[in-house]
């Protein structure tokens, strides 16, 4: 069974911080992908990493997957209240049933 | 990316009753999915949803708790059986069209409070 650690947990920090998720396995995927979600909402996808040791950046998010495939960072820059919510990394297998691996989830907030 | 809407958004329930939720996709999907998560928790698979023919279910979910069904390639429902608090969740459909790397998108989700 495919599983995806993902940490922290919980993150509470000011304006203007810079912070780091971590997304980790001992699998394999051939793609991962991280998503953000506020309440009430379903999951929005961010962005979609496929290759080893890809680099990807949207404004102020970095996301990074690493080289073996295995794990995945998301870095936010100088974070702002509206980056606060629920950040999800989700890995698809090798195989094309295609299902997707969630992450036990991130909640950032970011206080002003 | 596809619109996903569903029905009812929140729902207050008695144990012992069941529950239909339904999910419409604005275009065609090869694959649809629904989910359940604890709020501001992770997503865990129930079942992949079978266009014609039954549900695959995840380990831990079984059909006749959670009957599915997709008569088309942009409608599902799932039936929520015989109701316990236990099942007071956010229930999330999802689509994807094709396979591989293609772009994973979600419903609003339901809210079901059992009491």
């Known amino acids: 069974t495919q599983l995806l650690e993902q940490s922290p947990q919980f993150l509470s920090i000011q304006e203007g911080e810079n912070l780091t998720v971590y997304c980790n396995s001992s699998s394999v995927f051939s793609s991962l992908q991280w998503y953000r979600q506020e309440p009430g909402e379903g999951p929005v996808l961010l962005v979609t990493v496929v290759t080893g040791g890809e680099v990807k950046k949207l404004k102020r998010l970095t996301f990074q997957f690493g080289d073996a495939r295995k794990d995945s960072s998301l870095h936010i820059t100088a974070a702002q209240p509206g980056d606060t919510g629920l950040y999800l990394c989700?890995?698809?297998?090798?195989?094309?049933?295609?299902?997707?691996?969630f992450g036990q989830g991130t909640t950032l907030q970011v206080k002003p | 990316s596809a619109v996903i809407s569903q029905k009812p958004s929140r729902d207050i329930c008695q144990r012992g009753t069941s529950l239909t939720i339904q999910c419409q996709v604005d275009s065609q999907v090869t694959m649809m999915f629904w989910y359940r998560q604890q709020p501001g928790q992770s997503l865990t698979l129930i079942a992949t949803?079978?266009?014609?023919?039954?549900?695959?279910?995840e380990s831990g979910f079984v059909i006749d708790k959670f009957p599915i069904s997709r008569p088309n390639l942009t409608f599902s429902t799932l039936t929520v059986s015989n109701m316990s608090p236990e099942d007071s969740s956010i229930y999330l459909c999802s689509g994807r069209q094709g396979f591989s790397y293609n772009e994973q998108f979600f419903g609003p989700g339901t809210r079901l409070t059992v009491l």
């Open positions: 949803a079978n266009q014609g023919s039954e549900a695959t279910y």
């Open positions: 989700a890995g698809r297998g090798s195989s094309n049933t295609g299902k997707l691996i």
